[in-house]
């Protein structure tokens, strides 16, 4: 009887930037036992790809993991992927880039445990045709992909057994393809049905592979209690070995040797379905639903399906401004890095960019990612750090001050950036002359990080989603569970990015909840057009000056006005200067009711230590929807960071603050999420026709 060839494939990845108590939990849960279980078996073998920020974890901190793998791989049960050292999406990084990462990984892999890996895990399956040769110039020989992946390249089910070679400009590497039902099958259901499965397929020698996430064996919901405490994963090994006469366990480089490659095979675009429909907008996310809802009711449903499909992993660049903000960031320090010569020069800047290009918080699915306030941080701080080695590289112990412009988020639209030694910042002429991002280089944040909230496809779900405790046996891709009750109430959607210095005009009766709540009446067209800008340099500052000829609604009337706004950056100093001018242009006088937006990434809502203080010695929290009026000063202190931002102003001014909370989907259930602290500071006014009115304020920041 023709037999089964099986290969499983273990992927274990904690992104940059986790907390130390997350990844002990998952070693607890996962990835020790998954181990301990394995040791009991010796005739299965598992590949497995541990990235390289978690691997430098766990043998650091539990010496005990790395003597277990390590017998493991000596006794032949065990084959170790390479990959991506801090598990970046390949196609989104540069051709040196990728090759690095790879070397790093194969490297530490070899100084650790005398073992040279062959073949490497891609991190969310992203592929694109054109980093076959930077894979294979590092001496890679092969990757796994996902099923769909061949499919849509034109192969049908009965294909995809084995596996492929592909090529780019003479370079060739392998491609085995993950196959989905065995996906869906382990471990959600029993595994007699694994079994059962392999047996339909028996008549003609097939090789088969499942290379999935570690953590879905003890850390996904009810995963745990399955897997270990009622013992799937040891009766799943024991099925193995019990009909190892036709079925036969390899690894991966095993299967190269014993099975010749099914062709050539170019492979489209692509990665795992759900990360292709996560990708497009939600609203089309939604439609894709509907159509596979549709088709799933037809009788050629299988067949047809594989032409339903979302779009590549670089739209979440278009979905997520704030992604892109942060990738294009990466990649400007990745070239500058680039054009240095000397390598031990540049080790240290190139390692803080290496960190920074960890794929986790550039992308938002059925994970949190993007939405862990944490994971962008992290990527922040690594680009800061690379940019200060960078700086200290390019102008030695000299005191910063840097003024350009260039068009750094690669949108055809030019941005200003103005960096001194202790601030760098970023600001967006063509969207209301907004800063987009400060960065406070002394403490290495990038203060201005807050998520906008916007609507998800997966929002539609969250009055049906239960409690937490019914997910045993479902695949994350399944649950819809919700952690704390009454999430409707923070669906919240923004109507323009959560970034700094965004310029409003409120009608008369606007309240600090309905601006929260982003359901009031915007009377001017100033906050997200189109702002002219000239820059001044001179010996000890930089100023951006940012003008638009703009107008108000004054009850029927849409009148002129004229707001120039200057930033003004100091030689040394920690403190930005904003000054406005407001011109009335119009034939009338008139009252209007500006104000000015800040949004700061504070991390914890209702930490105690972190809180803003006025003049008269009260306070209010960072979860507080709150006004203070008539002040000219208040200061934002955040005592666990260690730093504090005071603002003061020429004029009293009002001023809003309120809590940035998103809800957002993450393999635990649906989530509010703490994005910042917003801002507004106001203040109304008598524009008196053709007489300019100016406001002043200055922003200091201070470590604690």
């Avoid at 084959?79 to 970046?88: A, D, N, R, V």
């Avoid at 702002?531 to 951006?544: A, G, K, N, P, V």
Wanted: with cysteine.
């Amino acid at each position: 009887m023709k037999g089964i060839s099986f290969v499983f494939g273990i992927h274990n990845h904690q992104p940059v930037g986790n907390f130390d108590f997350v990844i002990d939990d998952v070693y607890r849960r996962s990835y020790l036992p998954f181990l301990e279980v394995l040791r009991e078996f010796p005739k299965i073998k598992i590949s497995i790809h541990n990235s390289g920020y978690l691997f430098e974890y766990l043998l650091k901190k539990y010496p005990k993991y790395k003597e277990t793998l390590s017998e493991l791989v000596g006794r032949g049960q065990v084959e170790i992927l390479s990959g991506g050292f801090y598990e970046p999406i390949f196609p989104a990084i540069s051709g040196k880039d990728r090759r690095n990462q790879i070397l790093k990984l194969t490297k530490f892999i070899e100084d650790n445990f005398s073992y040279h890996p062959k073949g490497m895990w891609l991190s969310e399956r992203v592929w694109e045709q054109g980093i076959v040769k930077d894979l294979a110039s590092s001496g890679i020989e092969f990757t796994i992909l996902d099923d769909e992946h061949f499919l849509l390249s034109g192969l049908s089910h009965e294909e995809l057994y084995g596996y492929y070679s592909t090529e780019h400009e003479g370079y060739s590497i392998s491609l085995f393809p993950i196959s989905k039902e065995l996906r869906y099958l382990i471990p959600f259901k029993e595994p007699k049905e694994t079994i059962e499965f392999f047996k339909d397929l028996v008549g003609k020698e097939r090789l088969l592979v499942l290379a999935d996430d570690g953590e879905k064996f003890g850390v996904w919901p009810g995963t745990y209690s399955l897997v270990y405490e009622k013992g799937w994963l040891r009766e799943f090994f024991t099925l193995l070995t019990e009909n190892s006469d036709w079925i036969e366990i390899l690894t991966f480089s095993e299967a190269l040797k014993k099975f010749p490659s099914r062709g050539l095979i170019y492979l489209p675009e692509a990665s795992y379905k759900e990360m292709m429909e996560w990708a497009l907008p939600p609203e089309l996310t939604i439609e894709l639903q509907e159509a596979e809802e549709i088709f799933s009711r037809e009788e050629k449903y299988a067949r047809y399906m594989k032409f339903l499909r979302g779009t590549f992993w670089r739209n979440f660049l278009v979905k997520y401004e704030e992604a892109n903000n942060m990738h294009k960031r990466m990649i400007d320090l990745s070239q500058r890095c680039s054009t240095l010569k000397d390598a031990e020069e540049i080790s240290l800047p190139y390692e803080y960019l290496m960190r920074a290009q960890a794929n986790d918080a550039y992308w938002h699915g059925v994970f949190g990612g993007l939405y862990l306030p944490h994971l962008r941080s992290a990527i922040y701080r690594n680009l800061i750090e690379a940019e200060k080695e960078l700086d200290k590289i390019s102008y030695g112990n000299e005191d910063v001050l840097v003024i350009e412009e260039k068009d750094i988020d690669k949108d055809g639209k030019k941005e200003l950036i103005a960096k001194n030694q202790e601030l760098a910042l970023f600001i967006k002429p063509s969207y209301g002359g907004a800063i987009f991002e400060i960065d406070y280089r002394k403490k290495s944040l990038n203060i201005t990080d807050t998520l906008k909230r916007r609507f998800e496809a997966y929002h539609k779900k969250i009055q049906i989603a239960q409690a937490p405790g019914k997910e045993e046996g479902k695949s994350i891709h399944e649950i819809v569970i919700a952690k704390e009750k009454n999430l409707e109430n923070y669906l919240i959607y923004d109507w323009h990015n959560k970034y700094s210095l965004m310029d409003h005009f409120l009608k008369e009766g606007t309240t600090c909840d309905s601006f929260y709540r982003s359901s009031y009446g915007e009377q001017g067209d100033f906050t997200i057009l189109p702002y002219d800008y000239s820059m001044i340099e001179e010996q000890d500052l930089i100023r951006l000056s940012l003008k638009r000829k703009g107008h108000i609604w004054v009850k029927e009337e849409f009148l002129p006005l004229d707001i120039g706004k200057d930033v003004t950056l100091i030689k040394g100093d920690s403190s930005i200067r904003i000054d406005y001018s407001f011109e009335n242009k119009s034939f009338m006088d008139y009252n209007a009711w500006f104000g000015t937006e800040f949004n700061f990434s504070l991390f914890e809502r209702e930490n105690k230590e972190k809180y803003i203080e006025y003049p008269d010695g009260s306070r209010s929290y960072f979860d507080d929807i709150s006004e203070k009026k008539d002040i000219e000063e208040f200061v934002i202190f955040d005592n666990v960071l260690g730093f504090k931002i005071g603002f003061t102003f020429d004029i009293p001014i009002i001023l809003w603050h309120y809590p940035i909370d998103t809800v957002s989907q993450s393999e635990g259930g649906f989530e509010r999420t703490f994005q910042g602290l917003g801002i507004l500071i106001s203040f109304k006014q008598l524009f008196i026709k053709n007489e300019i009115f100016p406001f002043s304020f200055n922003i200091k920041f201070e470590t604690l």
